[in-house]
């Protein structure tokens, strides 16, 4: 497994894409701007969040859609799509057009659960059958099936002049291998890693009854217990998300910003919140000689090699450009990684 002396191998970054409501247009090309430079930048990858009823990206298989005609290296993924909102087989054919679209470069991280605030969204969203929706593992696994070429009909054949196929079309034979769980508990980690996806981590985790209250602590055990349970064993991927905010190159006004947004954020770090118990990761922030010290010294950092560094909520686009700019030219060096190949 790798540790603190070995590089980092893929450097990804995740954004939330917010936007005004009463003018979104800007706010969405902003998001498909920074993807851009992204890729010149060399990142590996580039993640979207997902947002509904809210002023962040709704539909982000739609908005990485475009991103694949503007980008022709950097991968494309969500973190994460909540599957309780989707109809599996409709999102199975989505996420396989986007991945032709784009190459073989999607890679769609899910989770699952009834959808947020789902008393006030359920007569919307299910107005006929709220009470019988599956909103457990078994939403995934269908998915998987479609996205696997799995039977969706016991149709294949001609009816008049239409041909029909059985499975999902488009098929993109390597779009399975390439979806992820977002998982923040140790029932997640291992489910994950039964079913032979890769696992994204998150700066949000569950402290079990009774169990450690140390994030980093808490996060480790996900991820050896994803490990553990998957067919690849110590080779099974894993991604850590953290908020991560380089200072080497901003200014003294947005350092100033940049301390306060982690300062306001900090109290809910200190122990387990709410009934479920989430506990939060202090955001990181400083140079990027003080940040990859603080990386090495984080025990589940030290046993992964990708990451996709969170972008923070509320900042504005040049405050971006600044992060993703000192991430890849000097935070990412710092730990070993080198950029991408030349577009």
């Given at each position: 497994m790798p540790t603190s002396s070995q590089p980092?191998?893929?450097?990804?970054?995740?954004?939330?894409?917010?936007?005004?409501?009463a003018d979104p247009g800007p706010g969405h090309e902003s998001t498909l701007a920074v993807i851009e430079l992204g890729e010149q930048l060399g990142f590996d990858s580039a993640w979207l969040r997902h947002r509904h009823l809210q002023y962040g990206i709704s539909s982000p298989v739609a908005?990485?859609?475009?991103?694949?005609?503007?980008?022709?290296?950097?991968?494309?993924?969500?973190?994460?799509?909540?599957?309780?909102?989707?109809?599996?087989?409709?999102?199975?054919?989505?996420?396989?057009?986007v991945d032709v679209l784009s190459g073989g470069r999607l890679n769609p991280g899910l989770s699952v659960g009834p959808p947020m605030r789902w008393d006030d969204v359920k007569e919307a969203l299910y107005p006929d059958t709220a009470e019988v929706e599956d909103f457990s593992y078994a939403r995934?696994?269908?998915?998987?099936?479609?996205?696997?070429?799995?039977?969706?009909?016991?149709?294949?054949?001609?009816?008049?002049?239409?041909?029909?196929?059985?499975?999902?079309?488009?098929?993109?034979?390597g779009l399975a291998s390439r979806l992820w769980y977002g998982g923040a508990s140790t029932r997640s980690a291992q489910w994950a890693g039964e079913q032979g996806l890769n696992f994204l981590t998150s700066s949000?985790?569950?402290?079990?009854?009774?169990?450690?209250?140390?994030?980093?602590e808490i996060q480790l055990g996900h991820v050896?217990?994803?490990?553990?349970?998957?067919?690849?064993?110590?080779?099974a991927r894993v991604s850590q998300g953290l908020v991560v905010i380089p200072t080497d190159s901003a200014t003294p006004a947005q350092r100033a910003k940049y301390t306060a947004y982690v300062e306001s954020r900090l109290a809910r770090t200190a122990e387990p919140q709410g009934p479920a118990r989430l506990l939060f990761s202090p955001d990181l922030i400083g140079t990027s000689e003080q940040l990859a010290?603080?990386?090495?010294?984080?025990?589940?950092?030290?046993?992964?090699?990708?990451?996709?560094?969170?972008?923070?909520?509320?900042?504005?686009?040049?405050?971006?450009?600044?992060?993703?700019?000192?991430?890849?030219?000097?935070?990412?060096?710092?730990?070993?990684?080198?950029?991408?190949g030349p577009l």
């Amino acid at each position: 497994m790798p540790t603190s002396s070995q590089p980092l191998r893929r450097l990804g970054f995740l954004t939330i894409g917010l936007f005004d409501g009463a003018d979104p247009g800007p706010g969405h090309e902003s998001t498909l701007a920074v993807i851009e430079l992204g890729e010149q930048l060399g990142f590996d990858s580039a993640w979207l969040r997902h947002r509904h009823l809210q002023y962040g990206i709704s539909s982000p298989v739609a908005v990485l859609a475009a991103a694949t005609q503007r980008t022709r290296r950097i991968e494309l993924g969500t973190a994460v799509i909540p599957v309780g909102w989707e109809n599996p087989l409709r999102l199975a054919e989505d996420l396989a057009t986007v991945d032709v679209l784009s190459g073989g470069r999607l890679n769609p991280g899910l989770s699952v659960g009834p959808p947020m605030r789902w008393d006030d969204v359920k007569e919307a969203l299910y107005p006929d059958t709220a009470e019988v929706e599956d909103f457990s593992y078994a939403r995934i696994e269908r998915l998987l099936s479609f996205v696997r070429g799995e039977p969706a009909s016991p149709f294949k054949g001609t009816a008049g002049i239409e041909e029909f196929s059985e499975r999902v079309e488009p098929h993109s034979p390597g779009l399975a291998s390439r979806l992820w769980y977002g998982g923040a508990s140790t029932r997640s980690a291992q489910w994950a890693g039964e079913q032979g996806l890769n696992f994204l981590t998150s700066s949000v985790v569950k402290a079990e009854d009774d169990g450690p209250t140390d994030f980093a602590e808490i996060q480790l055990g996900h991820v050896r217990a994803f490990r553990a349970h998957h067919p690849d064993g110590d080779a099974a991927r894993v991604s850590q998300g953290l908020v991560v905010i380089p200072t080497d190159s901003a200014t003294p006004a947005q350092r100033a910003k940049y301390t306060a947004y982690v300062e306001s954020r900090l109290a809910r770090t200190a122990e387990p919140q709410g009934p479920a118990r989430l506990l939060f990761s202090p955001d990181l922030i400083g140079t990027s000689e003080q940040l990859a010290e603080q990386l090495h010294a984080h025990a589940a950092f030290r046993e992964i090699d990708e990451v996709a560094f969170a972008l923070p909520f509320s900042f504005a686009h040049e405050d971006y450009v600044q992060i993703l700019t000192d991430l890849a030219t000097h935070l990412g060096p710092a730990l070993g990684w080198r950029p991408g190949g030349p577009l």
